[in-house]
């Protein structure tokens, strides 16, 4: 939502100063990677953590290597649909604005049967005795003492 705002503040900014404080807001919206790492964690099975953690990695770092050339394609495409040139600029940043808040409300559409795969995920392993903390030790009684599994 936050750089979807930003995005949309710099569209519709008439002024230099306007541009900036749509560019401050991006900046302090992007620090949003680990709020999206930890949410991850919540929504992901605890056996596909790793690969989702390192998908969000991947997506922000694509943002930061692909978005100038994505820019670069809609501008050219704007430049084809008659969109005059001093409104192109504007106009990447409504798409990419527009983009975002789809992307938020399909996360939101999603997430809740997420929620539930993770819960029953962790229902499951609780049920077949694994443990689902990395710091508890399994034990098992063996001729009346405890030993390491």
Do not use: H, Y
Request: aromatic share 4%; with cysteine.
């Amino acid at each position: 939502a936050g750089a979807a705002f930003a995005n949309l503040v710099i569209a519709c900014s008439w002024s230099t100063s306007g541009v900036l404080v749509g560019r401050l807001l991006g900046g302090i919206f992007a620090a949003s990677v680990p709020v999206a790492q930890a949410a991850t964690m919540d929504v992901v099975p605890t056996k596909q953590v790793a690969l989702a953690l390192s998908r969000v990695a991947a997506a922000s770092q694509l943002g930061i290597v692909v978005g100038p050339a994505i820019s670069a394609v809609l501008q050219a495409l704007f430049g084809l649909w008659s969109i005059p040139a001093d409104l192109r600029v504007r106009a990447v940043f409504a798409s990419s604005g527009v983009f975002a808040l789809l992307v938020l409300i399909a996360g939101v559409a999603v997430g809740p049967s997420r929620l539930a795969a993770k819960e029953s995920d962790l229902g499951s392993e609780e049920a077949s005795g694994v443990a689902t903390k990395p710091d508890a030790i399994p034990t098992k009684p063996v001729d009346g003492k405890t030993r390491l599994v």
